[in-house]
């Protein structure tokens, strides 16, 4: 696991948060999501356990951790060890994978408060689409 995020620190800091947001975006095209997900919603609800389907490596994982909004909206919270724009990307892929009917775009919003690249336990997304 180590190895893995000093990998990403090394993306980040010679290539930038593009191919880290791309690596991200790449995730939740060969992994395995539970039966009946057939929708953004649904796979942002199961997106923790599809990550611990998924998850090579032991010890503390972190999780997502998805907060339903009014209408079109959401929160997810992301306490595990993987950069922002990593867990962007994932989101970015779960919404082209099963994009809502009548839905052009998904914006994320990373919320100002706490930022695990700041040192916080957690990142919270507004998501909207």
Same mark, same amino acid.
């Given at each position: =696991?180590?190895?893995?995020?000093?990998?990403?620190?090394?993306?980040?800091?010679?290539?930038?948060?593009?191919?880290?947001? %791309?690596?991200?975006?790449?995730? +939740?095209?060969?992994?395995?999501? +539970? +039966?009946?997900?057939?929708?953004?919603?649904?796979?942002?609800?199961?997106?923790?356990? %599809?990550?611990? =389907?998924?998850?090579?490596?032991?010890g503390d994982i972190g999780s997502y951790r998805y907060v339903p909004g009014v209408g079109r909206t959401a929160q997810m919270v992301c306490d595990n060890p993987y950069p922002c724009d990593f867990d962007q990307g994932i989101m970015e892929a779960l919404?082209?994978?099963?994009?809502?009917?009548?839905?052009?775009?998904?914006?994320?919003?990373?919320?100002?408060?706490?930022?695990?690249?700041?040192?916080?336990?957690?990142?919270?997304?507004?998501?909207?689409?």
């Amino acid at each position: =696991m180590n190895s893995v995020l000093s990998s990403f620190n090394d993306i980040l800091a010679q290539v930038g948060p593009h191919t880290t947001r %791309a690596i991200g975006h790449a995730i +939740p095209k060969s992994s395995v999501f +539970p +039966p009946a997900i057939n929708s953004f919603e649904s796979a942002l609800l199961s997106l923790d356990q %599809a990550y611990r =389907m998924n998850h090579r490596g032991t010890g503390d994982i972190g999780s997502y951790r998805y907060v339903p909004g009014v209408g079109r909206t959401a929160q997810m919270v992301c306490d595990n060890p993987y950069p922002c724009d990593f867990d962007q990307g994932i989101m970015e892929a779960l919404y082209d994978r099963f994009q809502p009917k009548g839905s052009i775009v998904l914006r994320i919003e990373h919320d100002a408060v706490g930022c695990r690249a700041k040192g916080a336990r957690s990142c919270s997304y507004r998501l909207k689409w």
